[in-house]
């Protein structure tokens, strides 16, 4: 028996095709998506066709159910039509519209009612500033999905000039990135939507993990009807699912934005506003913490010299550690965290001796994951312990990026075989549909060798940060206390 799960992410689509007795890919296909940060959401339904099609169509599969990019919103009209442009999770133009909504209610509020310190990414911000920048386009907003939840609306058979909005559905890991869900009654505050919004709009259904959204419509290409589909989830909480994720394992993903979350029994309240509360996709949550730069640094660092992936690997290891003082503050796009939207990337200490390739190489690979390692450290003052790191994403397999993660972590890393697991994951979401369980799959995966912790790169990142004026305002924020 064969079952499908869909990842449609931040860059591209992916269909994968399963084995249920084993999770074994037998088939995939991929299509990219538009590279910009406010993007038509027909480009994503169009990006999952063709991904379907390049994966040899769906007639021969029992369950489906669709993954993909947190937060970023679909507006729909009473008709079920697309009302406007969605703004991703990544675009940083609301950043205006979530101090707004801090300054209004307070930001540890948000923090009290949802478990989301909030940021520019979360969907409630995105609702205020579609308000703020097309009040007609507001008007005509009927309802608001996420784009998980928007595909799977599709896949049932719904679109424009379909109506049908009281068939959305969503899960407990998507309606918990949006800032307008609480953890403590798993139900949406709409209060929140309404003060951020002006008005009420039709929200999702929230299924439970084993639920199913319904079966396929008919007329899809490449996609018969009456398939079942799972609820479907946020990226996040699939591939945690396909990892196996439990108390102790801290996933740390290097994808377009850099990640790193766990699994908790109990919400988490971080007043020092950097842990997020999210939920996973089994009823249980999920802590955690992003960053906007992660594997684009890396696109970005070959391109300026000139070289493949493997071979910026083998000029940063070539390089000390510390790259001889040759500093990168990696903020290319502005950060989430820490809350530094209109901040840029700069390069620290450069002299005539060190400004050299491997050090530039190993700068930004070191950059890159002292951002995630200060993620780490977060999770920690909110009493989570991880006891060993789980690497995964497009960069986990650079062996530099291994290399140097070892350095400055003391706990055990895990990297898995390369796999899709967000897609992987989606896939166990259709199987527990169509079979009331979700499926047990192996994962497997190499324990790296230990090194000794360099300190000095972590030290390098901060006083980076001080010469900036960032640091104050980012300690400041992590000597407040963290509730959990």
């Known amino acids: 028996m064969l079952i499908a799960g869909i990842d449609s992410s931040t860059q591209m689509c992916k269909v994968t095709v399963r084995d249920a007795a084993t999770g074994n890919r037998v088939r995939e296909g991929k299509a990219s998506h538009p590279s910009g940060t406010i993007v038509h ?49 990544n675009d940083t133009g609301s950043h205006g519209q979530m101090v707004s909504l801090n300054e209004e ?20 911000v995105k609702l205020r500033w579609l308000r ?52 403590e009654t798993g139900e949406y505050c709409m209060d929140l939507v ?19 959204a319904g079966v396929t419509g008919g007329g899809i290409p490449g996609i018969p009807a009456g398939i079942v589909v799972g609820a479907g989830s946020g990226d996040n909480g699939a591939a945690a699912l396909a990892l196996d994720v439990s108390a102790g394992d801290t996933v740390l993903s290097l994808g377009t934005s850099g990640v790193v979350y766990t699994q908790s029994e109990t919400p988490i309240h971080d007043y020092a ?101 200060e993620m780490l450290e977060a999770l920690e003052r909110c009493g989570i312990v991880t006891e060993r790191v789980v690497l995964i994403g497009g960069a986990a397999q650079s062996e530099a990026v291994q290399h140097i993660l070892t350095q400055m972590v003391d706990v055990p890393v895990v990297v898995p075989d390369p796999e899709e697991y967000v897609a992987k994951g989606a896939a166990m ?39 900036m004026g960032y640091f104050e305002k980012t300690a400041a924020r992590s000597s407040q206390p963290a509730v959990q």
Not at 105 to 124: K, M, Q
């Open 41 to 89: 959401p027909d480009r994503w339904w169009q990006a999952l066709l063709t991904a379907v099609e390049r994966a040899g169509g769906l007639e021969d599969v029992q369950a489906i159910a669709v993954s993909g990019q947190q937060h970023t919103p679909v507006f729909l009209d009473e008709d079920g039509e697309v009302v406007c442009d969605s703004p991703l999770w």
């Open 105 to 124: 209610l307070g930001r540890d509020t948000w923090i009290r009612r949802t478990g989301l310190p909030l940021t520019l990414s979360d969907t409630v």
């Open 132 to 183: 703020d920048t097309d009040p007609a386009a507001a008007e005509r907003t009927a309802a608001v999905a996420i784009v998980p939840d928007w595909l799977t609306w599709r896949l049932l058979g719904y679109g424009s000039g379909h109506g049908g909005l009281d068939a959305l559905v969503t899960d407990r890991s998507d309606a918990a990135a949006t800032a307008y869900w609480s953890p």
């Open 194 to 212: 309404e003060h951020a919004f002006g008005k009420t709009v039709t929200l999702p259904k929230i299924l439970g993990p084993l639920d199913r």
């Open 273 to 373: 506003g950097y842990v997020c509360n999210y939920a996973d996709a089994t009823g249980k949550f999920q802590p955690l913490v992003a960053t906007l730069n992660a594997g684009r640094n890396f696109e970005l660092g070959a391109a300026l010299l000139g070289c493949s992936f493997d071979e910026l690997s083998d000029l940063a290891l070539s390089a000390p550690a510390g790259a001889n003082g040759l500093t990168l503050l990696p903020y290319f796009e502005g950060e989430r965290t820490p809350d530094l939207p209109h901040a840029r990337a700069s390069l620290h200490q450069a002299s005539l001796t060190n400004f050299n390739r491997p050090n530039f190489a190993r700068a930004i690979i070191e950059g890159t994951l002292a951002s995630q390692v």
């Open 429 to 467: 979401q259709a199987l527990a549909a169509l079979q009331g369980a979700f499926p047990v799959w192996s994962t497997n995966g190499d324990e790296l060798e230990p090194l000794r912790t360099e300190t000095q790169i972590s030290q390098q990142h901060d006083a980076a940060k001080v010469a």
